[in-house]
């Protein structure tokens, strides 16, 4: 049992013992290598859930339902709604009816998604209602009004002015041509979603629509589902199959490959990035835990001269390692939670795609905390077990 204790016994001494600024400058690293290690995964993380907020709440939904094959639209919409508001887990739903017209404001004109939607309905499933950034939102009753994404309004600094009416406002008029047919509307809002794609469209009502295509009424291009999320929307998606109700149901995952792509690219360059940042880890902690014990040569061949056996000498290096490491995990999580993680959700980075802020994932966490103290265990044990097989005499003498 005593032999089992002296390592841990010389590891609390060689603490004890050891100079402060060292001890302190050890676990400020250790800490530095461990933030640097879980920073990178936690922005990415933040990246793709922000975006995927961003494909639900603003565009699809929990659950997007088609026309079924072959046809345009899904009839009976009314119908079909009332329906879907009956199955258990769906919050609301909301109708939408893509326009096929182009949008003309003074001498620019240009072609972006339009869409039909009951404002109500739509604001239960979307947030683009919270998104107004100039005007207001659209009302049900609205037949001459229409709001349109900050990409289309355009102005200083928007990502896409380019091709956008290059700073249209509130209040003034662009004109829906359809079929050849003019119809003018008003600007009642300009909305700003920080999602580019969502950001591309333009929104009129139900009542409006009636006087450009009286045809599609009762009618929708597609359907957006906001579901309670302690359902499975696969569940919700069988029982739209089961119950007939016209369109084919998909999850929000299967209604864009938008993300799909970029998880796919983020994973790649995430996989690069740990592995670089590992190996940095790695020989940062192999670094300081060899100078660490090769500035000890001379305690290590005394030990080994009053009779301590090699195996414990090296056992009470790695135990040193890993109390290293595990006050500098310790640490490093402190700060990652309380400072960084407040620090960004307070000044998220700014993208294109969404304001993203860092997210952590707990088993990716414990993976990389679990290699940064192996990690030490490894760079304690190598370096102790080679000055332990030097001669007694020259580890005393500390060549």
């Not at 060689?14 to 800490?31: A, D, E, F, N, S």
């Not at 088609?66 to 919409?77: A, F, L």
């Not at 002015?161 to 249209?168: D, H, Q, V």
């Not at 938008?258 to 690069?272: D, G, H």
């Amino acid at each position: 049992m005593r032999q089992l204790r002296l390592p841990f016994y010389l590891a609390w001494q060689y603490i004890k013992r050891g100079r402060r600024w060292t001890l302190l400058l050890t676990i400020v690293l250790m800490t530095v290598a461990f933030v640097n290690l879980i920073f990178v995964p936690s922005l990415f993380n933040g990246i793709i859930d922000g975006a995927n907020k961003q494909i639900i709440n603003t565009m699809t939904g929990d659950i997007y339902i088609t026309p079924t094959d072959g046809n345009d639209y899904i009839n009976q919409r009314d119908q079909v709604l009332s329906k879907l508001d009956s199955i258990g887990g769906v919050e609301s739903a909301s109708a939408k009816v893509l326009v096929p017209g182009r949008l003309k404001y003074k001498n620019i004109g240009g072609s972006w998604q339009i869409l039909a939607i009951n404002p109500d309905n739509d604001k239960k499933v979307s947030i683009i209602s919270q998104k107004i950034i100039s005007g207001s939102y659209l009302d049900v009753n609205d037949n001459d009004q229409i709001l349109i994404g900050i990409q289309i309004a355009g102005g200083k600094d928007v990502e896409e002015n380019e091709r956008s009416f290059k700073g249209a406002k509130v209040g003034e008029k662009v004109t829906l041509v359809f079929d050849g047919k003019p119809k003018e509307f008003n600007i009642k809002g300009i909305f700003d979603s920080n999602f580019v794609d969502s950001d591309n469209r333009a929104f009129i009502t139900e009542n409006a629509l009636r006087d450009i295509m009286p045809s599609v009424v009762d009618k929708a291009t597609t359907i957006s589902i906001k579901t309670d999320q302690t359902v499975d929307d696969k569940k919700v998606i069988e029982i739209i199959k089961q119950e007939n109700i016209e369109g084919k149901g998909y999850s929000w995952q299967e209604a864009t490959g938008l993300m799909e792509s970029v998880s796919s690219s983020f994973l790649s360059i995430n996989v690069l990035l740990s592995f670089t940042s590992v190996l940095i880890a790695a020989v940062t902690i192999v670094i300081i835990i060899y100078i660490t014990i090769i500035n000890k040569r001379k305690d290590i061949g005394i030990l080994r001269a009053i009779g301590i056996k090699p195996y414990i000498i090296v056992s009470s290096y790695v135990i040193l390692s890993a109390v290293y490491s595990f006050i500098g995990v310790v640490i490093g999580t402190i700060l990652f939670l309380t400072v960084l993680m407040p620090y960004f959700q307070a000044n998220p980075f700014v993208l294109p795609i969404c304001n993203a802020v860092l997210v952590l994932n707990w088993p990716d966490y414990i993976v990389r905390a679990e290699s940064i103290i192996w990690i030490s265990v490894f760079a304690g044990f190598v370096p102790a077990v080679i000055v332990t097989r030097a001669r007694m005499l020259t580890a005393i003498l500390g060549k």
